[in-house]
Every structure is written in structure tokens, then in C-alpha cells.
């Protein structure tokens, strides 16, 4: 095949290459001219790098000898690194490609100055690896072939922390880059995952559990501690007509499995299900989040005498007992607010003993 031809076949199979990446990670490779009217074109990659299941993360800094100076984090997501890279003209029959750069930015929308989340003696090996790749191929098959898709691969399944040796026994060990602190890079992290968990949960369809009607998860509510889904529709008719009746144990799941357990609980527990007053303003609107929660301190009250009902008017929050006298507590932990306590000047505002914060109550 004379030049012009491998030239041509070159133009073709990158195309065919760069086509089918587009179509299944669309919004994640943009197609530069090379500088200078070179031959070739420029890529840049955004990688996403998803697990193949949750994985306990240790972050650690260089000075405490790898062991973790944070608490251990358990991820399915990690922020997506940018690769840029040069295609030549004759790839992938005669050249492979050049990776320029490699980054790993902590933060989405911004470069690696403002926090990396790997060291760049990481970046540095995982480029090396990623140059051989394509050497390895032409070598078994005696012809350059696209490396790309397996480069895409490598990096967003996460294959290549287990090959440059972070991920060893089911624990990736990251070790903070300055000029980050490991409490900075705990919670970016951690922010992250929880960002793609909701994203992923958003985006993919499910049956309603009442319906029986397929709703992307956007239009759908994930119940705390069972995980049952319903259609947002569905469950805010549960819960209005729930609060409406003044039937506290009914704003919770109510899935025929969830209702039977229930049934069999004792009743103290029936007010810690994990649904929290955010989740039911989402459901059912401010109003009957506010009805929800006078409710449920009445029902405390109920169930321990030793509570009693706040009684101003605007309050109306369950106020728990006062500390018994001598208890050793956290000077840091809440405390109690005693209605002997609270006095009612003339303006009507709310005064505390000057020790004691207002909470709720």
C-alpha cells in the first residue's frame, strides 16, 4: 500500500474509532486541530473512573509512612481524569498515539491547581503504561491497531490503580498531594461518589413499587434503610392522606413488606425509619412537612412521659427532660432545655439561661 493509501486508511479507522467512543461516552471527547497546521489532531478525554464494586479507600500523606490519617472511605466513583492526546496522521497503522498530558483534578470544572487527587509520579507511570500498550499490540499482531477504546477501558474501569499498585487486597491507598490536606481530600472525594450515586439514580428507570409504572429515578423517591422506589405521584398521595389522618407510622415506606415488619416493631421504634423532614418536604410540600413534624413530637411525647411539649406557640417541639443532677457530660454535647427555664419578656422573644442554646425548642 503506497503512502497515500495508508493515509487514507489511517483517516478512516480513526473515525471509525472516535465514532463508536462518541456514541457510547457522549460529551467526553472533544476533537482539536494540532497546533501549527501539523498533520494529526488533538484529543482531549474525559475518563470517569467507576469501580467495579464499592472499595475502601485509605488516604494517607507522605510523612505517616502510608498508614491512613483519616477515617476509611468506601467508593464507587472517583473524579474523572483529562487526558490530552496527539493522534498522527499515520495512527494506528505506523504510529501510536502521544499522550500529552495527564491530569486528575479534584474538583469538577477546574485544573489540577486547585487539588490533585493522585501524585504526579502516578500520572507519570500510568502515561508510560498507556504509551507501551500500543506496542504490545503491533507486536503480537505485527500491525499497529486503535488502542484507544482499550486505553478508555484501562483507565475509567479502574484496572489501571491495581496495575501501578494502589489498589492492593481490596483497599486503594491515595497519598495526598500538596498542597491538599487529607480532611480536604476526604470530603471532596466522598462528595464526589454521593454526586454520581444520585446522578446515576436520576438517570436510570425504575418500576414504582405502587404503580408498577417505569419513571426515571428524578421522578422517583429511594427509601432510606429498605430501598424500596415509588414514583414521587404515588408516594405523596400515601403520605398527604398519611399526615391528613394524623397517621405518623403510615409516612414510611409502604411497600407490603415494609408495612408487615413494621407491624411487628415496637412503637418507640416507629419514629426512627430514617425518613428525615427533607425527605418529606420533597414528597408532600413545606406545609405538611411542618403538620409531619408537630405530629411526630406529639408521639414522643406520648411514648416518654419524661418529654414535654414546648409551649410557645410557635415552637411547639418536644423538649427532653433536664440533665440529672452530677451527670458527667461533653461540655460540646447538647443540652437539655428546662420550660422552668424559659421566660417571656415583653417584646415575646424567646430568652435561655445564656449556657444554653435555643435548638428547636
Not at 497546533?35 to 484529543?43: A, E, S
Not at 466513583?77 to 483534578?105: E, F, G, N, Q
Not at 454526586?195 to 414504582?208: D, S
Not at 411542618?290 to 406520648?302: A, H, L, S, T
Amino acid at each position: 500500500m503506497d503512502d497515500h493509501g495508508i493515509l487514507h486508511q489511517c483517516e478512516s479507522m480513526q473515525e471509525d474509532e472516535l465514532t463508536v467512543l462518541e456514541s457510547i461516552y457522549p460529551g467526553q471527547i472533544k476533537i482539536h486541530p494540532n497546533p501549527g497546521n501539523k498533520p494529526g489532531r488533538m484529543l482531549t478525554l474525559t475518563l470517569p473512573v467507576t469501580l467495579s464494586s464499592p472499595t475502601k479507600i485509605s488516604i494517607s500523606t507522605a510523612s505517616n509512612n502510608g498508614e491512613s490519617s483519616t477515617p476509611l472511605l468506601t467508593l464507587s466513583h472517583l473524579p474523572a481524569l483529562s487526558l490530552c492526546v496527539a493522534l498522527p496522521d499515520t495512527y494506528p497503522l505506523l504510529v501510536p498515539p502521544t499522550p500529552i498530558l495527564l491530569r486528575a483534578p479534584l474538583f469538577k470544572g477546574h485544573d489540577d491547581k486547585l487539588g490533585s487527587w493522585l501524585l504526579q509520579n502516578d500520572l507519570k507511570e500510568i502515561k508510560d503504561r498507556l504509551r507501551c500498550m500500543w506496542d504490545d499490540d503491533k507486536e503480537a499482531l505485527d500491525q499497529g491497531q486503535g488502542v484507544l477504546w482499550k486505553w478508555w477501558d484501562w483507565v475509567v474501569n479502574g484496572d489501571f490503580l491495581r496495575e501501578t499498585q494502589r489498589l492492593i487486597h481490596d483497599v486503594l491507598t491515595l497519598t495526598v498531594p500538596p498542597p491538599l490536606s487529607p480532611a480536604t481530600l476526604f470530603t471532596a472525594l466522598k462528595s464526589y461518589n454521593s454526586h454520581q450515586i444520585q446522578n446515576e439514580f436520576e438517570q436510570t428507570a425504575f418500576p414504582c413499587s405502587i404503580c408498577w409504572e417505569n419513571r426515571k429515578g428524578g421522578r422517583c423517591v429511594e427509601m432510606p434503610g429498605c430501598g424500596c422506589i415509588f414514583c414521587t405521584e404515588c408516594l405523596g398521595e400515601c403520605w398527604t392522606l398519611a399526615i391528613s389522618e394524623g397517621t405518623l407510622e403510615a409516612v414510611a415506606c409502604p411497600s407490603v413488606a415494609c408495612v408487615k415488619q413494621r407491624a411487628t416493631n415496637e412503637k418507640a421504634s416507629l419514629l426512627d425509619q430514617g425518613v428525615t423532614a427533607q425527605l418529606v418536604e420533597k414528597v408532600v410540600g413545606k406545609e405538611l412537612r411542618e403538620k409531619w413534624e408537630i405530629f411526630k413530637d406529639r408521639r414522643i411525647v406520648e411514648i416518654d412521659p419524661s418529654f414535654c411539649i414546648c409551649p410557645q406557640p410557635k415552637c411547639q417541639a418536644a423538649v427532653p427532660p433536664p440533665t440529672p443532677p452530677g451527670t458527667c457530660g461533653n461540655s460540646s454535647a447538647p443540652k437539655a432545655i428546662r420550660l422552668a427555664d424559659l421566660t417571656k419578656p415583653s417584646s415575646g422573644s424567646l430568652h435561655l439561661p445564656a449556657d444554653v442554646s435555643t435548638g428547636s425548642g
